[in-house]
């Protein structure tokens, strides 16, 4: 291994490790749901609006203006002072003492990371190149499962033994040293290092205003469609995670001690497996055909859904987790295509704005949409169907599958009618 593939590789650890802490920070109110609930008394629809509303409205649209500013000045910077700002207001969530307390320090959390994501991608697109940029991007994607994973073992068993105000305290710190060591030791890359761009075309970039990159951005029919149809996916995957450890807890029996091992375990492996998987096909068959970056996706969130529908009807927590791998493999393949397709697709100045833009249209209808849709049908079928409502509601979170399915579907038809012209164009 040469300097240079020790420097990148070094950088994608780097990033990764900040990934998982990013994840963790934002899931740590989900995992630990149920004591939060008890000691706050708070309800499934406050829940789902904390954990996906409140946090996504901060969240995605902060990321836009950071994204712009990060585009033009120093990325690595950015990521540095949003990774400290998460964190300590990761620790604040641990000092509140009520539910409105919970809110302000959530919201905190998600403008600290509205500068995480987004200026990642771009710097992890400027030390790979374009055939290389999946599997990379893949990589780093390992973050949400590796960080909810270690959140559930983590968190879950500190709270356990303690209490559930310490994990926030604890993860809140190792964020802040975290922080530092960026600044310190990840440089910063050349822009489009390791793409062919004209002149020209870097001129004309470089000089686009912000309405413009945006107006740009959302007038492309394939990336605003590329954007929804990840919106939808994720849906389901905010959805269902938001509200996991509380469903298998209340309605198939777990307690923390058995949650902090095996849900982390199923979360860890599968989604983590899943992930890194994706982008290896996205590798192999994204060269061959630009369409496999909606196909893939759209194939395994069909497949997904019969597995979660048997997750949900389970009569136990040990067959829930049995039906819930497959789920965990399939539900995040359009993270790694979509992010790198559009990464792709966009010149490297507008990179971490593009990635900011993707990240609004994705989380807002996911993150924000997903567990406060939950959350507030559980509310709701409680008169019915009383300690099932959660029950009824993940089922009817289950035609959500069908409808980001075929937007992918949707996407490659798009995708390839767009070759085609382009094709005839140049003859």
């Known amino acids: 291994m040469n300097e240079s593939s020790a420097v990148k590789i070094g950088v994608l650890g780097m990033l990764c490790f900040v990934y998982v802490l990013n994840f963790l920070d934002r899931q740590l109110i989900s995992i630990l749901a149920k004591p939060i609930q008890d000691a706050l008394d708070i309800s499934d629809g406050q829940l789902g609006r904390i954990t996906g509303f409140y946090f996504a409205l901060f969240y995605c649209f902060i990321a836009i203006p950071v994204g712009w500013l990060a585009d033009r000045t120093h990325r690595v910077r950015v990521l540095s002072i949003a990774c400290a700002l998460w964190s300590g207001a990761t620790a604040a969530c641990g000092m509140a003492g009520s539910y409105a307390q919970l809110v302000v320090a959530r919201m905190a959390v998600g403008v600290g990371e509205a500068g995480g994501v987004p200026p990642s991608y771009a710097i992890i697109s400027d030390y790979f190149p374009r055939e290389r940029r999946g599997t990379a991007l893949a990589t780093f994607n390992l973050g949400p499962p590796l960080g909810s994973a270690l959140g559930v073992a983590f968190g879950a068993s500190l709270a356990a033994a303690f209490d559930w105000r310490l994990p926030f305290y604890v993860i809140g710190a190792v964020g802040v040293v975290t922080a530092i060591a960026v600044y310190l030791l990840v440089p910063e890359p050349e822009r489009?290092?390791?793409?062919?761009?004209?002149v020209?075309?870097?001129?004309?970039?470089?000089?686009?205003?912000?309405?413009?990159?945006?107006?740009?951005?959302?007038?492309?029919?394939?990336?605003?469609?590329?954007?929804?149809?990840s919106g939808a996916a994720n849906f389901i995957t905010y959805g269902t995670s938001n509200f996991a450890t509380l469903f298998l807890m209340r309605e198939k029996g777990m307690h923390l001690g058995e949650v902090a091992i095996w849900y982390a375990l199923v979360v860890g492996i599968f989604m983590g497996s899943g992930i890194f998987v994706s982008g290896r096909l996205i590798d192999r068959f994204g060269a061959r055909a630009k369409s496999a970056y909606a196909v893939i996706p759209a194939v395994s969130l069909v497949l997904a859904l019969p597995f979660?529908?048997?997750?949900v009807w389970a009569p136990h927590w040990q067959l829930a987790l049995v039906f819930l791998c497959a789920p965990m493999f399939l539900n995040s393949f359009f993270l790694s295509a979509t992010v790198t397709f559009v990464?792709?697709?966009?010149?490297?100045?507008?990179?971490?704005?593009?990635?900011?833009?993707?990240?609004?249209?994705?989380?807002?209808?996911?993150?924000?949409?997903?567990?406060?849709?939950?959350?507030?049908?559980?509310?709701?079928?409680?008169?019915?169907?009383?300690?099932?409502?959660?029950?009824t509601a993940l089922y009817a979170l289950a035609p959500m599958y069908l409808v980001a399915a075929m937007l992918f579907f949707g996407l490659a038809r798009l995708i390839n009618r767009s070759q085609l012209h382009a094709g005839e164009s140049a003859r």
Do not use: C, K, W
């Not at 205003?209 to 954007?227: D, E, K, V």
């Not at 979660?308 to 997750?311: I, K, S, T």
């Not at 010149?347 to 704005?353: C, E, F, K, L, Y």
């Open 192 to 198: 489009g290092g390791q793409d062919a761009v004209t």
């Open 308 to 311: 979660f529908l048997g997750f």
């Open 200 to 229: 020209a075309t870097a001129e004309g970039a470089a000089h686009a205003g912000f309405m413009p990159t945006i107006m740009r951005f959302f007038s492309n029919p394939i990336l605003l469609l590329a954007s929804v149809a």
């Open 343 to 391: 990464q792709s697709e966009v010149h490297p100045d507008q990179r971490v704005i593009s990635g900011a833009l993707l990240l609004l249209m994705m989380n807002f209808i996911g993150l924000g949409l997903g567990p406060t849709y939950v959350g507030m049908a559980s509310d709701y079928f409680f008169a019915r169907h009383g300690d099932h409502a959660l029950q």
